[in-house]
């Protein structure tokens, strides 16, 4: 036991201390949550696929005894890969139908803005101040299918229902 947790200690010290251990906390160096999620379902067993050319079956677990049930024989191809898509650089992030350039922020709802980074999209709620406003920007139709925008002004819809902008009508009706 003594020896194990030496052992133990050691590697942990070493995935601390290394700033280019892939899980690390550095958002400048680490991996994306989607990289390591891709990382993660890779096993040695598909590895060893990969790169054997008379491999053709293989158990999931490489390094345990095959058994039927617990660790079957499986085809190579039935093994998760890595999907290298996630590794390529960014030039525009696409949420829906809406291309966003890096580094750029764009509405895609009518209560929803998303901004485009190097690791994707990231989108958040708008705070809306005043619900009239913002149903004489947008349609009815847009307003009512996005949910921030229900929660936020259902009192208006409640309060009010109609309001009538020239040819826009806000409301349930």
């Not at 345990?64 to 650089?89: H, M, T, Y």
């Not at 996005?146 to 826009?168: G, I």
Request: hydrophobic share 35%.
């Amino acid at each position: 036991p003594t020896f194990a947790c030496i052992i133990g200690i050691q590697f942990r010290n070493l995935r601390k201390c290394d700033r280019f251990w892939y899980e690390g906390g550095n958002p400048l160096i680490r991996f994306t949550e989607a990289q390591l999620d891709e990382i993660r379902k890779v096993s040695l067993a598909k590895v060893t696929c990969d790169n054997c050319d008379q491999v053709s079956h293989i158990q999931r677990a490489m390094f345990d005894v095959p058994d039927p049930f617990l660790n079957p024989r499986v085809p190579c191809p039935a093994l998760p890969s890595i999907n290298l898509d996630l590794w390529k650089e960014r030039v525009e992030c696409s949420v829906g139908n809406v291309p966003i350039d890096i580094g750029q922020a764009k509405r895609i709802s009518p209560c929803t803005m998303c901004t485009c980074t190097k690791e994707g999209p990231v989108c958040q709620s708008l705070k809306i101040d005043n619900c009239f406003h913002l149903a004489q920007t947008f349609s009815p139709e847009s307003i009512l299918k996005d949910h921030v925008c229900k929660v936020q002004c259902a009192f208006a819809f409640r309060a009010f229902p109609k309001v009538a902008d020239e040819e826009r009508h806000l409301g349930f009706s």
